[in-house]
């Protein structure tokens, strides 16, 4: 599928890589606590996602 599709693959390989190192999806994870906990649990998938998106923005200045 790469020789018929050279700039979906291109983009593949740069958006599904695979880190080498946890520590970046440990600090997602750790994110993500820090916003879902028992108070929150009511929140849907979406939401938390965007929650998690909007934090790692603000604090990496994005």
Sequence with gaps: NERR???LSIIAKRILVIQASS???ERHF???GVIVNEKSGCLSESS???LIVL???YVNKL
Excluded: N
């Design 5 to 7: 599709l050279p700039i």
């Design 23 to 25: 520590a970046e999806s």
């Design 30 to 32: 750790s994110a993500g």
């Design 48 to 50: 938390v996602e965007s």
């Design 55 to 57: 934090r790692e923005v």
